[in-house]
């Protein structure tokens, strides 16, 4: 067994490796991973008296044993894309396996002609490096997961970069399609969208495996700016399997009457931990952050978020809804944080948590931090389990006991579901829902 001087020595080489095969990108961008890299040696691993931590399992939070270094060749590229077409109409797609670029499909020539930039992070680098530069990374991680935040800068190589400029209204979404096929394989899915004065757009976000066993590590980011009166809507799907470690980090800030709404759906993971910070910077701006989960066996699903209350006149509603079944654990915790000049805040926070079984663990941590004296705020936290009532009236006509908590749980989860904009998009989140429930 490798002493930890080791193991830190082995991960250092690790990541000169990584910078080695960086020779051709710019030299800012190899000095901002050095630098994320060094601190991410001095920064402590989470503890179990840290608040951000709180309840959370922190034994399987460790990452030395994934490999880091390039990957294989994708042998089953073209089966990955095929399966990466989920909906009928898009404006642009990237596919990756394993942080490479396996399909692109570009935006027309006339949204680029508008001056819309849909782009891979490796072609950014060295064509958008200004853009790159103003944006990339420049929202600190402030919930807990600094040093998993810290180890996505000092290896990340791949993403996807949308920028959509003052006036432009984009009417299909783009999506970006991240799949983990090696074996104990490291990713680190970026997203960056940069949405100008009155500009609209929308982008989804999948996480997939193609295995249900191989063990994987996922940490990923996605910064969202909604400038002037600009209107994003976003969506992640996260299905990867059961024995992979994921973090996700997002933030997304709201301008002047801007909007922003996140609806996020996840099912995967064996450990899971999703970090959100909503930041209404602008008067009259409104953001949305819906979530659902689905944990089942020993799953954990972590979320720690934050609604950030800067100008006056501003609302935000959180709604995250959680379903479990046999041992599986979720965490919620947020927070509302209205500053003193944000008067007039408008702001929600609600967790509902569905138990389906006796061993199943939900925790909810509901807060506000208020600091104006006129404002509307509120936030909430129930768990319950499904009423016999519900389940008698189904099983008396003739529906299993299993299929009638499957239609009940639809029905928990279709407050947010029906906030899914593309028809498509909302059939398939069904469908792994659906799919979720009968694995046994």
């Given at each position: 067994?490798?002493?930890?001087?080791?193991?830190?020595?082995?991960?250092?080489?690790?990541?000169?490796?990584?910078?080695?095969?960086?020779?051709?990108?710019?030299g800012?961008?190899?000095?901002?991973?050095?630098?994320?890299?060094?601190?991410?040696?001095?920064?402590?691993?989470?503890?179990?008296?840290?608040?951000?931590?709180?309840?959370?399992?922190?034994?399987?939070?460790?990452f030395?044993?994934?490999?880091?270094?390039?990957?294989?060749?994708?042998?089953?590229?073209?089966?990955?894309?095929?399966?990466?077409?989920?909906?009928?109409?898009?404006?642009?797609?990237?596919?990756?396996?394993?942080?490479?670029t396996?399909?692109?499909?570009?935006?027309?020539?006339?949204?680029q002609?508008?001056?819309v930039?849909?782009?891979?992070?490796?072609?950014?680098?060295?064509?958008?490096?200004?853009?790159?530069k103003?944006?990339?990374?420049?929202?600190?991680?402030?919930?807990?997961?600094?040093?998993?935040?810290?180890?996505?800068?000092?290896?990340?190589?791949?993403?996807?970069?949308?920028?959509?400029?003052?006036?432009?209204?984009?009417?299909?979404?783009?999506?970006?399609?991240?799949?983990?096929?090696?074996?104990?394989?490291?990713?680190?899915?970026?997203?960056?969208?940069?949405?100008?004065?009155?500009?609209?757009?929308?982008?989804?976000?999948?996480?997939?495996?193609?295995?249900?066993?191989?063990?994987?590590?996922?940490?990923?980011?996605?910064?969202?700016?909604?400038?002037?009166?600009?209107?994003?809507?976003?969506?992640?799907?996260?299905?990867?399997?059961?024995?992979?470690?994921?973090?996700?980090?997002?933030?997304?800030?709201?301008?002047?009457?801007?909007?922003?709404?996140?609806?996020?759906?996840?099912?995967?993971?064996?450990?899971?931990?999703?970090?959100?910070?909503?930041?209404?910077?602008?008067?009259?701006?409104?953001?949305?952050?819906?979530?659902?989960a689905?944990?089942?066996?020993?799953?954990?699903?972590?979320?720690?978020?934050?609604?950030?209350?800067?100008?006056?006149?501003?609302?935000?509603?959180?709604?995250?809804?959680?379903?479990?079944?046999?041992?599986?654990?979720?965490?919620?915790s947020?927070?509302?944080?209205?500053?003193?000049?944000?008067?007039?805040?408008?702001?929600?926070?609600?967790?509902?948590?569905?138990?389906?079984?006796?061993?199943?663990?939900?925790?909810?941590?509901?807060?506000?931090?208020?600091?104006?004296?006129?404002?509307?705020?509120?936030?909430?936290?129930?768990?319950?389990?499904?009423?016999?009532?519900?389940?008698?009236?189904?099983?008396?006509?003739?529906?299993?006991?299993?299929?009638?908590?499957?239609?009940?749980?639809?029905?928990?989860?279709?407050?947010?579901?029906?906030?899914?904009?593309?028809?498509?998009?909302?059939?398939?989140?069904?469908?792994?829902?659906?799919?979720?429930?009968?694995?046994?």
């Open positions: 067994m490798k002493t930890e001087s080791q193991s830190v020595t082995a991960f250092k080489e690790t990541f000169n490796h990584h910078i080695e095969d960086l020779d051709t990108t710019p800012w961008w190899r000095s901002m991973k050095r630098e994320a890299f060094d601190r991410f040696l001095t920064t402590p691993m989470p503890k179990r008296k840290d608040e951000s931590w709180r309840f959370a399992s922190l034994s399987n939070l460790s030395a044993e994934f490999a880091y270094g390039k990957p294989p060749s994708i042998t089953n590229a073209q089966e990955l894309v095929e399966k990466s077409r989920i909906l009928e109409h898009q404006s642009g797609s990237f596919t990756f396996a394993d942080n490479q396996i399909d692109a499909e570009k935006a027309s020539f006339e949204l002609k508008k001056g930039i849909w782009t891979s992070l490796r072609e950014a680098i060295s064509r958008n490096g200004e853009l790159l103003d944006y990339f990374m420049k929202q600190e991680a402030n919930l807990g997961s600094e040093k998993f935040s810290l180890l996505h800068t000092s290896f990340v190589e791949n993403g996807a970069l949308l920028y959509i400029p003052k006036g432009v209204e984009v009417e299909y979404p783009f999506v970006s399609y991240n799949w983990i096929t090696g074996q104990n394989a490291a990713v680190f899915p970026h997203t960056l969208v940069i949405a100008e004065e009155f500009a609209k757009v929308s982008l989804v976000e999948a996480h997939f495996s193609t295995t249900e066993d191989v063990g994987a590590l996922s940490c990923g980011v996605t910064h969202l700016f909604a400038g002037v009166g600009a209107k994003i809507d976003y969506t992640l799907l996260q299905n990867y399997n059961e024995e992979t470690l994921g973090f996700q980090i997002n933030s997304n800030i709201a301008g002047k009457d801007a909007t922003v709404k996140t609806v996020s759906v996840n099912v995967g993971c064996r450990n899971y931990r999703s970090e959100t910070h909503g930041q209404i910077k602008g008067a009259g701006a409104h953001v949305e952050m819906l979530s659902l689905v944990a089942d066996k020993d799953q954990e699903i972590d979320q720690r978020t934050l609604q950030t209350h800067s100008a006056p006149h501003a609302t935000s509603d959180l709604l995250f809804k959680n379903a479990l079944k046999d041992n599986a654990k979720t965490i919620f947020g927070l509302i944080k209205v500053d003193d000049g944000a008067q007039q805040t408008d702001a929600y926070q609600t967790n509902r948590n569905l138990l389906l079984s006796k061993t199943a663990e939900a925790n909810s941590l509901p807060g506000l931090e208020i600091e104006a004296n006129d404002v509307k705020c509120s936030h909430g936290a129930t768990t319950s389990q499904i009423e016999e009532e519900e389940i008698f009236y189904m099983l008396a006509r003739g529906i299993p006991k299993e299929k009638a908590q499957e239609l009940v749980v639809y029905g928990f989860f279709e407050e947010i579901l029906e906030r899914i904009e593309d028809e498509k998009l909302k059939e398939f989140a069904r469908s792994v829902i659906q799919t979720k429930f009968s694995s046994k």
